[in-house]
């Protein structure tokens, strides 16, 4: 994540909202698959 946020956003190929999404749906990825009880919110997609 933090990686992409140096490389890609703070190059301009990305926008800061974009990164932020992009940081959420990872999020929401990764507790999809390890938190049995996890339901995405629909309004952040």
């Given at each position: 994540m933090?990686?992409?946020?140096?490389?890609?956003?703070?190059s301009?190929?990305?926008?800061?909202?974009?990164?932020?999404?992009?940081s959420?749906?990872?999020?929401?990825?990764?507790?999809a698959?390890?938190?049995?009880?996890?339901?995405?919110?629909?309004?952040?997609l």
């Amino acid at each position: 994540m933090a990686l992409f946020g140096e490389h890609y956003v703070k190059s301009g190929l990305f926008s800061k909202e974009d990164g932020a999404l992009f940081s959420d749906l990872v999020i929401m990825r990764d507790n999809a698959d390890y938190n049995c009880f996890f339901e995405a919110d629909k309004e952040k997609l």
